[in-house]
């Protein structure tokens, strides 16, 4: 097993990949008594159209990474979550644009945990008849967030940007794409994605390293796997325009909700973590709680503490979003767009970059202490070719022209899309 030391965080990376093509990754946290782990598959919603390993493209229903999560938790037996509660842990699972990720959080009984976690994984349970059921909850769901003013502006700015890139797809699918899923499609894209050659496990916290390794090869020497091999995820051609500069919709809501961003070409190669960090430290110089504007926008009555802003990144897409409740979408999409193509012109204040860049490092040391984030943050950098315990370091390597030029490049108004929710009143 390898160690990776990283002195200036005081931290002590330890890696292994196994036989069988598993990256098992372990972090010790000498005096932390919670644990933490997660099992991830680079497999998301955005994996609709896919050429497996020595196979035929197959493309799949909308929303079928996310059904896929949903099964895994059921078993013959019964349900997975009694079985993490009976051993003391809180069992969850998420599934994203582009990762799936199963994990649990303890302060005893790791190893049995850690054993149920790798067993419900790797075990399918799929029949005609729970899947069936599935459905219904799931059309629930789908159901419920459609009336949910965040999420409803949050996916019309994905929309408003995207018209061939299945990001601007629901994660959880339509209605009609989970109907028409079935229990063979599942095993399909489980047999593809959920091979150890495409997922990773990391644990953190109050464990020894050797022997969460030693246990973790013990459990994978006893199964058994088809050979593995290279996945090619298929995606249409994304135009470079946004698809619409601006979307509403109206429902049930006291104030709008406006979310505009930026869409643009996504990075590739060793360079993507380092356009990623400099975009955000850009925006929180700029739009951040300490920021001017935050603060004349504030006094304006235009915006509450709820405003904030984002970039989101991943295979084929790259994005910002800037927004929150408003008095008037209008004013505000035209104030900061009109404030960040000033700075662009002018440059962000050196002063102003140097203090946001503190307090960029100073958060990333605060998450240090959080089990759950570091698990969280360790798998998304990694599959974005970075390294989440090198940030610090490219955060101090990141300059003041770099930053700015990557805020000119990225805040041009020719890409930008406007979301906005408004009262049905209105």
């Not at 996916?155 to 797809?169: C, D, N, R, T, W």
């Not at 229990?183 to 020894?208: A, I, R, W």
């Not at 400099?278 to 951040?288: D, I, M, S």
Request: net charge negative; hydrophobic share 35%; charged share 25%.
């Amino acid at each position: 097993m390898a160690s990776t030391p990283y002195p200036k965080l005081q931290e002590t990376l330890w890696h292994e990949k196994l036989d069988n093509g598993l990256e098992v990754f372990v972090l010790p946290k000498p005096g932390f008594t919670k644990t933490y782990a997660t099992f991830t598959t680079k497999y998301g919603s955005v994996d609709n159209h896919f050429v497996p390993p020595d196979g035929e493209p197959i493309r799949v229903p909308d929303g079928i990474a996310h059904f896929l999560e949903h099964k895994m938790f059921e078993e013959p037996d019964g349900d997975i979550f009694s079985k993490f509660a009976s051993l003391g842990a809180s069992a969850n699972a998420y599934t994203s644009f582009d990762r799936t990720v199963y994990l649990f959080s303890a302060t005893g009984e790791v190893a049995q945990n850690l054993d149920t976690l790798l067993h419900f994984v790797q075990n399918p349970y799929f029949t005609d008849e729970n899947v069936e059921k599935e459905k219904g909850i799931i059309v629930q769901e789908i159901d419920m967030y459609r009336d949910n003013p965040d999420w409803r502006v949050y996916f019309g700015l994905i929309e408003a940007m995207y018209s061939k890139h299945p990001v601007h797809i629901d994660i959880a699918g339509t209605a009609d794409s989970v109907r028409s899923i079935t229990k063979e499609m599942l095993y399909d894209c489980y047999h593809t994605f959920y091979h150890p050659t495409n997922m990773t496990l990391f644990v953190v916290g109050g464990v020894d390293p050797q022997a969460t390794l030693e246990q973790v090869k013990r459990d994978q020497a006893a199964k058994s796997f088809a050979k593995g091999g290279e996945i090619k995820r298929l995606f249409e051609a994304e135009p470079a325009a946004v698809k619409e500069p601006n979307k509403e919709l109206k429902l049930p809501v006291s104030l709008p909700k406006c979310l505009f961003g930026y869409k643009e070409q996504p990075p590739e190669g060793g360079d993507a973590v380092r356009r990623e960090l400099a975009t955000k430290l850009a925006l929180e110089a700029l739009l951040g709680s300490s920021s001017a504007l935050y603060q004349q926008l504030y006094d304006d009555n235009l915006i509450s503490d709820g405003f904030g802003h984002e970039y989101n990144t991943g295979p084929g897409y790259a994005f910002s979003m800037i927004g929150g409740e408003t008095r008037d979408p209008d004013e505000l999409v035209a104030r900061v767009s009109d404030a960040l193509r000033a700075a662009a012109d002018n440059g962000i204040p050196a002063e102003t970059f140097e203090r946001t860049r503190r307090k960029k490092i100073g958060a990333y040391l605060r998450m240090m202490n959080s089990p759950e984030s570091i698990a969280s943050e360790f798998t998304r950098y990694r599959h974005r070719g970075g390294d989440l315990f090198t940030v610090v370091e490219t955060y101090e390597s990141l300059t003041l022209e770099e930053t700015n030029a990557r805020l000119k490049e990225h805040a041009n108004p020719s890409f930008r899309s406007v979301s906005v929710v408004r009262s049905a009143d209105s």
